[in-house]
């Protein structure tokens, strides 16, 4: 999975490794990503960590803001 592999990159506590899988679950679910091969699962975790690691730990609101970054990202391809 995309995040646990990207988040060895990283420091993060413990709690906060599983609650960002967590969160890259519900937004993938969110998304209607199924494909863990999808190169757009890699790019959501990266976004992911960005907003986790300016100190961002509400889950909710990490899904959110996650989606927005990625909706924009996509939308600004076109």
Known sequence: M????????HVFE???VRMLGLVYEDVLKALGLVD??????????????EVA???ERDP????DLTIE???KEACSEF
């Open 2 to 9: 995309a995040i646990y592999r990207l988040l060895q990159r």
């Open 14 to 16: 413990p709690d906060d």
């Open 36 to 49: 863990r091969n999808d190169p757009a699962t890699e790019l959501i975790a990266k976004r992911l960590i």
């Open 53 to 55: 690691k300016a100190g």
């Open 60 to 63: 909710q609101f990490l899904k």
């Open 69 to 71: 970054v990625v909706q």
